[in-house]
């Protein structure tokens, strides 16, 4: 019969490392944050791949085909949302002769409510609104 070695005394060495390569990493879905395996891996933005099922609109989520794709730093958008957030205030901006600045439409129309509030204030309070100074009855 053999004798059985104490633990203590059995000599273990590891295994010797392997000399191939561990596998590339996955890419990762920009849209989800899962990796990409190549066979449902779909090029959807400029050299980025997507799922299949992740190229959708960011907005609305209507499934997009190479027609309707619009990117926007990685982000995926229909073309109706696409003109609807982005090429409003850009057309708004520069289409009239002058350079209107990097403020919105919306700021300015907020800003004329607001005078137009402060007019009416003026108004109940007895203010003149030419020099702003109060007015006796």
Not at 53 to 75: A, D, F, G, V
Not at 81 to 86: D, G
């Amino acid at each position: 019969m053999s004798q059985l070695v104490d633990p203590t005394e059995a000599s273990w060495t590891s295994p010797s490392k392997s000399k191939w390569a561990t596998a590339p990493s996955s890419p990762c879905c920009p849209a989800c944050r899962a990796p990409i395996y190549p066979a449902e891996a779909v090029i959807a933005a400029p050299r980025t791949p997507f799922h299949k099922w992740c190229i959708k609109c960011r907005r609305c989520k209507k499934s997009l085909t190479p027609s309707s794709l619009n990117e926007h730093k990685m982000q995926l958008y229909c073309n109706n949302c696409y003109q609807h957030v982005f090429m409003d205030k850009d057309y708004q901006q520069y289409s009239s002769e002058e350079f209107v600045g990097t403020e919105a439409a919306e700021d300015e129309d907020a800003k004329e409510r607001e005078k137009h509030k402060e007019i009416e204030r003026k108004k109940r309070e007895h203010f003149c609104p030419e020099c702003e100074k109060q007015v006796w009855p």
